[in-house]
């Protein structure tokens, strides 16, 4: 399971990255970009395990939910200040 979890992983690794150029944490190192993009697919696939084998429809669904993640952590880091 591990290593069909990283496999998928790998195919909505580019967002993950591409949103860490996207959005600005200051604090976040692409380390920590990268745990969060493992939390969220884990997660995603929790709530709907047939992305497993629908992989064209997993990086959209993975950049809709990854998108709003980030953007609820950026609203309680503002909402903090």
């Known amino acids: 399971m591990k290593i069909a979890f990283k ?6 690794e580019p967002i ?3 949103c860490s150029k996207q959005y600005n944490l ?8 990268k ?10 696939l929790l709530k709907q395990p047939s992305l497993v ?13 990854f998108h ?5 952590i950026i609203n309680s880091i503002e909402n903090k200040e």
Do not use: A, M
Request: hydrophobic share 40%; aromatic share 16%.
């Open 53 to 65: 084998y629908t992989s064209e429809f997993l990086p959209l669904c993975f950049r809709i939910t």
């Open 7 to 12: 496999n998928l992983y790998s195919k909505v």
């Open 35 to 44: 745990q969060e993009g493992e939390l969220v697919l884990y997660n995603l």
């Open 16 to 18: 993950v990255l591409n």
């Open 26 to 33: 200051s604090n976040w190192r692409i380390v920590d970009w």
């Open 68 to 72: 709003r993640h980030i953007i609820s």
